[in-house]
């Protein structure tokens, strides 16, 4: 059987085993491996360098491609959350700039009031040592703090309304300092209002009920400062939470 190659393929790339395998005998199989027959599998050549490290190149290329695909996807999602997060930001910088503006507008005009309706109206008539319209309490010590406090509130006040009313803010940074600046002199005319009423409150109580005064001035002075403090702790402590924040970035990016 000299000329004869035993592990020819057909068209379909099939050696007589694999035909043998699937239609023939199991002797007729049996025969043609002791003839030195082989599957069409075990006749491939080993694949060639040059297309295996082609075929390498391209795989490669094609996952940085997809890796780079949902880069882009992930960067275009940041993007769009943090403009969502920078507008709801933003309207709430405009909140609580709306509402500063309320609260100043409030404090304006209740100090204003309070000091043209003290206890005791003003004095009508020539009087012997008061001119005409001076307060009748004019002369006491606690009017004379209630005065100085109430006055203070009302400017402090009107120094903000006069700042939201004319003055326009767009970058996100400057309204962000101009909402911290604005809430703190809130603070400030929110505590000078309570101080003008408590020495207010023993004019109004008299003498024989200076204790209703006494209660007053405690039971405010321990709201006002409980309630100062507990707002102080909070901001140092963000305070402190930004700086730890930042410190560990800059040894993240070393």
């Known amino acids: 059987m000299e000329g004869i190659n035993i592990n020819a393929t057909n068209k379909a790339g099939e050696t007589p085993l694999d035909v043998a395998e699937k ?3 199991p002797e007729l199989v049996s025969t043609l491996r002791d003839a030195g027959a082989a599957n069409s599998t075990d006749q491939r050549k080993p694949p060639n360098a040059s297309k295996q490290l082609k075929q390498t190149v391209s795989d490669i290329k094609h996952d940085v491609q997809s890796q780079l695909q949902q880069t882009r996807q ?6 769009k959350i943090a403009k969502k997060l920078k507008k709801l930001h933003i309207s709430g910088l405009n909140n609580a700039i709306t509402s500063a503006t309320v609260v100043a507008v409030l404090i304006a ?3 204003f009031a309070a000091i043209f309706t003290v206890p005791g109206q003003y004095v009508e008539g020539k009087t012997h040592g008061f001119s005409l319209g001076q307060a009748n309490i004019a002369n006491n010590a606690a009017f004379l703090i209630f005065f100085v406090f109430d006055s203070l509130a009302l400017f402090i006040s009107l120094a903000v309304v006069v700042v939201q009313t004319f003055v326009v803010v767009i970058e996100q940074k400057a309204k962000k300092q101009l909402v911290f600046v604005i809430n703190k002199l809130m603070w400030m ?3 000078f209002v ?3 009423f408590i020495p207010l409150t023993y004019v109004v109580v008299g ?4 204790w209703l005064a006494i209660y007053a001035t405690v039971i405010g002075s321990l709201i006002m400062l409980s309630t100062i403090g507990s707002m102080c702790y909070c901001v140092i402590l963000h305070r402190k939470e930004e700086t730890k924040l930042r410190a560990e970035s800059r040894d993240a990016a070393i």
């Open 207 to 210: 003498s024989h009920s200076k």
């Open 189 to 191: 005319a929110c505590l």
């Open 109 to 111: 005009t209740v100090a």
């Open 23 to 25: 239609f023939g005998s």
């Open 194 to 196: 309570s101080i003008a």
């Open 74 to 79: 992930t960067d275009m999602r940041v993007q």
